[in-house]
């Protein structure tokens, strides 16, 4: 059966980590961007991590910052995967030596062939609903439509929700789907019970997928 990964975002709070692993989340990310309302310092954020279990990988995400920062926000999380979100190139971000996932801005005029292309060194593309330049994190979707094939794992982000998440799915079949403000009360503070709705939605969607 397919089964689509779930990664949550911008989580700042230890009972919300405790909430999104029992649900039986992939991945959890942490922003590492001074200027989001989701902000966590690494040294925050490595406290977090260590309640991850083994099997649920740690996120850190950055948008145009430079590389000592990065590298010292690496050197005290110690994340599994890095995700990108500005006009980073691909030299740039994987100048750090671990796998990456490289944000697409799906608004306006994009082509993930030569998005793929370019970051061929990305572990994956996550294309999120924001204008380029903007911050994520922003809930919005964008024009939902079958993916071309790329040689690369998608996730889809931007605006997901437990209410959309299972069309989107559909629609697109990505690899994974990311979400934040749509498990949300207030930036940075999860909800139990919408995050839990979320993943039941995904895996209630993965059943459809499975069915011939
Ligand atoms: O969340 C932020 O504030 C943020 C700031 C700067 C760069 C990225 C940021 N977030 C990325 C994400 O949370 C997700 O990858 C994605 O944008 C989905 O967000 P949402 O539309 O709120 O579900």
């Keep these: 059966m397919l089964r689509t990964r779930i990664k949550f975002c911008g989580l700042r ?3 919300d980590i405790a909430s999104a692993v029992d649900c039986g989340v992939d991945a959890i990310g942490f922003v590492l961007v001074p200027a ?15 309640r991850l ?3 649920v990988s740690a996120v850190a995400l950055f948008k145009d910052q430079d590389a000592a920062s990065v590298q010292d926000a690496i050197d005290t999380l110690r994340p599994d995967l890095l995700q990108f979100h500005g006009g980073e190139p691909a030299g740039f971000c994987a100048s750090f030596g ?3 996932l490289k944000s697409v801005a799906m608004r306006g005029k994009v082509s993930l062939k030569a998005e793929a292309r370019r970051h061929a060194g990305a572990a994956g593309l996550l294309l999120d ?3 380029p330049g903007e911050m994520g994190g922003q809930g919005e979707t964008f024009d939902w439509a079958a993916l071309p094939a790329v040689n690369k794992p998608l996730i889809l982000a931007g605006g997901l929700t437990p209410r959309n998440v ?4 559909a629609l697109m079949q990505p690899y994974g789907v990311d979400v934040s403000s749509g498990i949300e009360s207030r930036p940075g503070v999860k909800n139990a019970t919408a995050m839990r709705d979320f993943v039941a939605a995904v895996r209630r969607a993965d059943a459809r997928r499975a069915k011939p």
């Design 53 to 55: 279990p083994p099997f």
């Design 129 to 131: 609903g924001h204008a």
């Design 98 to 100: 671990l796998p990456y």
């Design 36 to 50: 989001s309302p989701r902000f966590i310092r690494a040294e925050d954020a490595a406290t977090l991590r260590t």
């Design 166 to 169: 299972a069309k989107g799915i």
């Design 13 to 15: 709070r230890a009972v």
